[in-house]
Each structure stands twice: as C-alpha cells, then as structure tokens.
C-alpha cells in the first residue's frame, strides 16, 4: 500500500519561498503523476500542479510564474517550491497520487492522499 | 479554466436517508467528473470517478450520474459516518478544478 507524507515549515515569511517535500512509500511508479494540491477557506480545494517521472510537469496557470516542482525516483520523493509567499497562500497543502496519463490526458482522479501540513505565511 | 458549481452548500439529513448534491461544469468534461468524501482534519478520500464508477472499497449507497454537464452523488440509506463534506472534481482539463464543497449535516 502507497501512502504519501508531507514534510516542510509550518510557518513560512512574506516574500519568501516554500519548500515542501512528499516521501512516497514503495517506489515513483511511472503509470501515475505526482501532485499538491492546496486547500484554504478562502479558496477550498485548489490545484498546484503535478509532475512525472520522466520530468514533464503540468502547473496551474494560476500559479505557473511562481511554482516549480521536482522528483527524486531515487529518493522516492518529489518536491514543490513556491516563491514570493504571501498571506493568501496559507493553507494546508497535501500531495496526492495523480490518475493521469502522460501528457494532458483526462485523469480519473487522486486516489492517494498525504495527511496534508498545515503552512501559515506571517511575519 | 472549467468552473465547476457545486449545490447546495450545505444540507441537513437524517441516517437511512437519501441524499443528492449535485456540480455543473461550465463546459464539457466527457465525463471525467470524481468525487470525494472530506471529514475534519483529514485529506479528501476518492469516492467516485469517471462519474459513475466506484473507487475500490466504497460502498455501494453511493453512486454517480450524470446529465449535460450537470453531474450528481447520490447516497442512499445514509450511514453515520457518511457525515461530511462532499466535493467534485473534473480531469478532463489542464488545470483540474474542484467544486466549493457540500457539508453534509445531521
């Protein structure tokens, strides 16, 4: 049984950058994409981005300027790294197992999902 | 990017009863609609994809349909736990979108 677990600050300073980590248990398969997902009150459930083990990324529009994201087949984990932080980028951020083909295919959901960490941007 | 309506926001019900939430998409998703269960606390849990399809493991009260672009979950007999909030999902599209939530209440 895959689990996924998120690891990184909890409380991050205006205008600077987030790095979040996602240990995967068992290895990257390459049948998936790797994702985060982020979940505020202010925005509910808000998609990040997601990458493959073959390098290709897909990010939210929304974000694209701001986020990079990153895999490590042989540390089995991957990674996000979102920059000039402010206080609307609090909320609980989960990474999640990706149902989606190679490519922009339709997806058939997240199946697998970290227990997600809770980050706070404040000075 | 699709938008996706979710309703209602909230709803009161009572075990044994049956339930119906319903998201529209702002255009075509082919049907590539999920749905997830959230309790307090805890990551969303895939029940439903593909509109009508159960993830393994979940029982069989819950069920999804479709229309147009108007996608429904249904739970027939509500058990105790069945007590949380509800959200839809499309992945037919680049970026992936989620409805607003149904908070399902005793």
């Known amino acids: 049984q895959v689990t996924l677990q998120e690891s990184g600050p909890g409380l991050v300073r205006p205008s600077e950058t987030l790095s979040l980590t996602c240990a995967v248990s068992g290895a990257l398969d390459s049948t998936y994409h790797w994702g985060w997902v982020r979940q505020s009150a202010g925005k509910g459930l808000e998609w990040i981005g997601r990458?493959?083990?073959?390098?290709?990324?897909?990010?939210n529009p929304s974000l694209k300027s701001r986020v990079a994201m990153s895999i490590d087949v042989s540390r089995n984990q991957f990674s996000l790294r979102m920059n000039s932080m402010t206080a609307a980028d609090s909320a609980v951020y989960y990474c999640?197992?990706?149902?989606?083909?190679?490519?922009f295919g339709a997806g058939t959901g997240f199946d697998i999902w970290g227990q997600g960490t809770t980050v706070v941007v404040s000075s | 990017d699709i938008q996706m309506t979710q309703s209602p926001s909230s709803l009161s019900a009572s075990v044994g009863d049956r339930v119906t939430i319903t998201c529209r998409a702002s255009?075509?998703?082919?049907?590539?609609l999920n749905w997830y269960q959230q309790k307090p606390g805890m990551a969303p849990k895939l029940l439903i994809y593909e509109t009508s399809t159960l993830h393994s493991g979940v029982p069989s009260r819950f069920s999804g349909s479709a229309s147009g672009t108007n996608y429904t979950l249904t739970i027939t007999g509500l058990r105790p736990e069945d007590f949380a909030t509800y959200f839809c999902?499309?992945?037919?599209?680049?970026?992936?979108?989620f409805g607003r939530g149904t908070k399902l209440e005793i």
């Open positions: 990458i493959h083990v073959s390098g290709h990324s897909a990010l």
């Open positions: 999640a197992r990706d149902r989606s083909p190679l490519g």
């Open positions: 999902q499309q992945t037919s599209n680049v970026p992936r979108t």
């Open positions: 255009q075509s998703v082919d049907d590539y």
